[in-house]
């Protein structure tokens, strides 16, 4: 499998790291577990547990092997139960047993923890408490794509390694609909910008729509075990049906609502981002670099269409307004507001 370049560049640090001693105890890989996340970690647990002397790490010791087919003796690696989506406190208690138990090999013992955002509270307090005092030559990987519901105690005791930018899944998703978004019907001049300004606000409502839809079946059969309830329900369809605490019900209105908010503004950030690149692919043809260093390979020809339109004054002001717009909305002002003043004034030509 190939590795991406933000994998590749995480992973010369934690190398560096390493050869100077200095690994941290925890780590908060943030990114996707089926993605670049979950590669990043295998690939630096390999680097743990590779045994060869030379390039490491080698893929073919009997260390990178059980790695790379997460089946070391020293490796626990937890995940999300199905039923619950959630990861329970035994899952931890199983955990703490792994850590104190003296190594197989005889070297470093490691835990993954993947969805650890999806830790319940009283397994993450347990947690906790092992990660503020963790054994000698023990390594906590934890994955997560939703950092924000981890408690921020074990944030705190993490080292983050944040791996966005991936296209894969819904980011692939969001990623064709921005070229969608920016390419359609090119208009120029502030009819072109009200259009695309229109565009976005239609793609922002979609991506609502589908973090609701992520979000709700997720937080409702967590709560619903919390209160027990999930042995007799066997279908998830009929929540409503239930006579359910009315204290319990607004509990858990809020936290869907919560969750459904948090989604959405992790795909908004993720769209930013995806109009970030595009519009610095834009500004290196305007710069008359190498097309094989674009973000939207594929779209080489429209982007260098709108870079022949532009001066590299326009094509580096386009760049500011989205890296705005981004602060802006990381900071909660109000998104229509930041919306209409941004995306009226990016430019579609220098016209
Ligand atoms: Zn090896």
């Given at each position: 499998m190939s590795l991406t370049d933000e994998v590749k560049l995480a992973l010369a640090?934690?190398?560096?790291?390493?050869?100077?001693?200095?690994?941290?105890?925890?780590?908060?890989?943030?990114?996707?577990?089926?993605?670049?996340?979950?590669?990043?970690?295998?690939?630096?647990?390999?680097?743990?547990?590779?045994?060869?002397?030379?390039?490491?790490?080698?893929?073919?010791?009997?260390?990178?092997?059980?790695?790379?087919?997460?089946?070391?003796?020293?490796?626990?690696?937890?995940?999300?139960?199905?039923?619950?989506?959630?990861?329970q406190k035994e899952q931890v208690q199983q955990i703490q047993q792994h850590v104190f138990q003296t190594s197989l090999e005889g070297g470093w013992k490691s835990v993954v923890l993947v969805y650890a955002e999806r830790l319940q509270e009283m397994a993450a307090n347990k947690l906790l408490k092992t990660l503020e005092e963790p054994p000698d030559r023990c390594l906590f990987l934890l994955l997560s794509e939703n950092p924000e519901f981890l408690l921020p105690t074990i944030v705190s005791r993490c080292q983050r390694v944040v791996l966005p930018g991936e296209a894969s899944g819904e980011n692939a998703a969001l990623k064709a609909s921005v070229v969608e978004m920016l390419t359609a019907a090119p208009e120029s001049g502030v009819m072109g910008s009200m259009a695309c300004a229109r565009r976005m606000l239609d793609l922002l409502k979609d991506i609502r729509a589908q973090a609701e839809e992520d979000e709700k079946s997720g937080v409702e059969t967590e709560i619903?075990?919390?209160?027990?309830?999930?042995?007799?329900?066997?279908?998830?369809?009929?929540?409503?049906?239930?006579?359910?605490?009315p204290f319990i019900r607004g509990e858990m209105a809020d936290a869907v609502l919560a969750r459904v908010e948090g989604k959405y503004r992790e795909l908004?950030?993720?769209?930013?981002?995806?109009?970030?690149?595009?519009?610095?692919?834009?500004?290196?043809?305007?710069?008359?670099?190498?097309?094989?260093?674009?973000?939207?390979?594929?779209?080489?020809?429209?982007?260098?269409?709108?870079?022949?339109?532009?001066?590299?004054?326009?094509?580096?002001?386009?760049?500011?307004?989205?890296?705005?717009?981004?602060?802006?909305?990381?900071?909660?002002?109000p998104e229509p507001m930041v919306l209409e003043r941004g995306l009226i004034r990016l430019n579609y030509s220098s016209e």
């Open positions: 640090s934690i190398r560096k790291g390493m050869a100077a001693g200095r690994l941290a105890h925890a780590y908060l890989v943030v990114g996707n577990p089926r993605g670049n996340a979950g590669a990043f970690v295998d690939e630096m647990l390999s680097l743990l547990y590779c045994s060869a002397s030379g390039d490491r790490p080698c893929r073919e010791c009997s260390g990178c092997r059980r790695i790379f087919q997460h089946a070391h003796p020293d490796l626990i690696r937890v995940e999300p139960r199905k039923k619950s989506r959630t990861i619903l075990e919390k209160m027990g309830q999930m042995d007799e329900m066997d279908h998830p369809g009929e929540i409503g049906r239930r006579d359910v605490d908004r950030t993720i769209l930013l981002r995806w109009m970030l690149f595009w519009y610095r692919d834009v500004l290196l043809c305007v710069c008359g670099l190498e097309t094989d260093m674009l973000y939207f390979q594929e779209e080489a020809p429209r982007i260098r269409e709108m870079a022949a339109g532009l001066t590299y004054r326009r094509a580096l002001a386009n760049i500011r307004i989205i890296e705005e717009m981004k602060d802006q909305l990381e900071q909660s002002l």
